[in-house]
């Protein structure tokens, strides 16, 4: 049977070139967990939830206009996020995709080498259980790579391009997450036997 891994050429490289450059090596600059529920009751569940697994205070998204369909006014509190950075972010990271068996998949990543994902139940993270009053709760998780000196397009004087030699590319990325969190990244998702 074939595997469906993806083949990174240029990984060994990559990897040479962040030992004798160190500021060229990739880091996880931020991770984004959100939480989508609609207004009323399910959102104070899912930011009991939240800052249960994260350990810090969650904040509010609100609707930028009315949506009848859904029974959504304008302004109205619809989701929830939290922003996680430095070592509780890399510690988050490594929990959930324990949740998702230690695998991603190419389509996870965009062209700045960010990437994201799904969790359908946070009860699938480990060490995390079920509780009846808090229900079960999806999730989306977004997570920032950068290289040093990224900070050049934020701040506040001087602002500047990052330029191109420096931006970080998919692949890069993938062999930087393939290396230090050991998850394996798919061109599709593996077909599931089930056993009856």
Request: with cysteine; hydrophobic share 35%; glycine share 6%.
């Amino acid at each position: 049977m074939m595997s469906d891994e993806v083949s990174l050429p240029n990984e060994q490289l990559f990897i040479e070139d962040w030992n004798a450059y160190p500021m060229r090596q990739p880091f996880v600059a931020k991770v984004v967990v959100d939480m989508c529920t609609g207004g009323g009751e399910p959102l104070n569940r899912a930011a009991l939830i939240l800052e249960e697994l994260t350990g810090q205070t969650p904040v509010q998204s609100r609707a930028k206009q009315t949506v009848r369909d859904f029974g959504i006014r304008r302004h109205e509190a619809i989701a929830i996020r939290v922003t996680l950075r430095h070592k509780k972010a890399r510690e988050f990271l490594e929990k959930v995709l324990k949740a998702k068996d230690d695998v991603l998949l190419i389509k996870n990543w965009d062209e700045d080498g960010n990437f994201a994902f799904g969790i359908a139940e946070h009860i699938n993270i480990p060490d995390v259980k079920y509780d009846p009053q808090k229900g079960i709760q999806g999730m989306n998780i977004t997570v920032c790579l950068e290289r040093p000196g990224y900070r050049v397009k934020r701040r506040r004087r001087q602002r500047a391009k990052v330029p191109y030699r420096h931006r970080l590319t998919p692949e890069e990325s993938m062999v930087y997450v393939k290396s230090t969190f050991g998850i394996d990244i798919l061109e599709k998702e593996r077909e599931r036997t089930y056993l009856f």
